[in-house]
């Protein structure tokens, strides 16, 4: 689907794209080539990028750096707590694409590599590296917070699907996209590349595994008719590497499951599930002292891990992935590395205290590589 003539941008945001700063460069090169003795001596190679970006403002990083510098920047991620395994991503290297088909059918690729692809499961983490920004040039971008969303519509009597979505829903509609009006709508990629107005694409199925959801023991659960998609994969950060910028760089992990069940499902602006799971199991809900909400809860979450197991679809549960973070913590210290890390955002949505992840604090840093939110200049984007 095209979408001809989108002009209502607010400020053109690759403007502010500056020109790459050497010193931050040369840092990333030096520990790069430390750290993977393979790759040779780096004083050559730090004279050719020097005179690259004293050129052009910019430099262009060889297929091997570009692979290590998207796994620092997992290995950096402060709200991560799955970073154990940043030494896996595996690194697509699209800086060639430039046609927004030719973004689309990439995004697809990722999603079947992640391990998405119907009747798949084995979620792999995986990023998509597309097109640098250059100074003062325009970029690819994509609006779309992860590459599969659900539609939030609002409606006379309140909302359908995920309120999170709302706005951006809204914005597809103006651009004459028609969702069916349920609850599991995948929303449709909104791509812009440079000179060109925003299309928008709808994902064939075979890039979409989703999950239906029912209960180990209440048989009524299923008649909920709540569903989730199997891979988280986030499109509206910006991966930064040596001082060069990646608007365009999609990644995905596989899902803890608190986060569809503790937040998405959960959340009172989201899918706000617990009154209607307490009612059904029965639970006094005129007190909040029966703790209805987190019994509720329990079962929601023990719904979700339970139905990505019964499809053979890769998850994990707060107490495991708690543990593996620690091990991380540990890896890193005997690498002589810190870990940066954002309590509030590592400490799992439910049972916090019995994680091992609670019971201490984290240096919070702004080590580079690192991924960064970024809506800039997309008007329905949320972080
Ligand atoms: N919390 C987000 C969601 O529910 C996904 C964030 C990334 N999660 C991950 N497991 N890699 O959609």
């Not at 005179?51 to 950096?76: C, D, F, K, P």
């Not at 971008?141 to 659900?150: D, F, G, K, T």
């Not at 023990?302 to 019964?310: C, D, G, P, Q, T």
Request: proline fraction near 8%; glycine fraction near 8%.
């Amino acid at each position: 689907m095209i979408v001809p003539g989108y002009r209502d941008h607010p400020a053109e945001p690759w403007d502010r794209c500056a020109p790459v700063d050497p010193g931050e460069a040369e840092d990333f090169l030096r520990r790069c080539y430390l750290e993977n003795p393979r790759l040779g001596p780096v004083e050559p190679r730090l004279a050719i990028v020097r005179a690259q970006i004293a050129a052009t403002g910019s430099y262009v990083h060889t297929t091997e750096e570009l692979t290590y510098g998207a796994r620092m920047a997992w290995r950096n991620a402060s709200r991560c707590i799955g970073r154990l395994y940043w030494r896996s991503l595996v690194v697509l290297d699209r800086r060639r694409a430039r046609t927004a088909d030719e973004v689309f059918s990439l995004l697809v690729h990722h999603l079947q590599a992640a391990g998405g692809g119907r009747e798949a499961g084995r979620i792999r983490p995986v990023i998509s590296i597309f097109a640098a920004a250059q100074p003062g040039q325009p970029y690819a971008r994509i609006w779309n917070e992860q590459l599969i969303r659900y539609a939030g519509y609002r409606t006379e009597d309140g909302h359908v699907g995920d309120p999170r979505q709302a706005e951006f829903t809204a914005a597809m509609q103006g651009f004459g996209w028609q969702g069916k009006g349920e609850a599991f709508d995948v929303l449709p990629l909104a791509i812009e590349v440079p000179g060109e107005p925003v299309r928008l694409y709808e994902l064939p199925e075979r890039a979409i595994l989703e999950v239906p959801l029912s209960h180990p023991e209440y048989g009524w659960f299923a008649e909920l008719g709540l569903r989730w998609h199997a891979v988280p994969a986030i499109a509206n950060m910006r991966l930064s590497v040596g001082g060069v910028n990646y608007p365009l760089a999609p990644f995905n992990g596989w899902y803890m499951g608190s986060e569809i069940g503790a937040r998405n499902l959960a959340d009172a602006d989201r899918y706000d599930m617990l009154p209607t799971v307490a009612a059904r199991m029965g639970l006094d809900t005129g007190r909040e002292s029966t703790l209805w909400r987190d019994r509720a809860l329990v079962e929601l979450n023990r719904a979700v891990l339970w139905s990505f197991e019964k499809a053979g679809v890769k998850i994990s549960d707060h107490h495991t992935e708690s543990q593996r973070f620690i091990r991380h913590l540990a890896n890193e210290e005997k690498a002589g590395r810190p870990v940066p890390a954002d309590w509030t955002w590592i400490v799992p949505p439910v049972s916090g205290g019995i994680t091992p992840v609670f019971h201490r604090y984290y240096e919070e840093m702004d080590l580079r590589p690192n991924f960064y939110p970024d809506d800039s200049g997309c008007p329905y984007a949320k972080n």
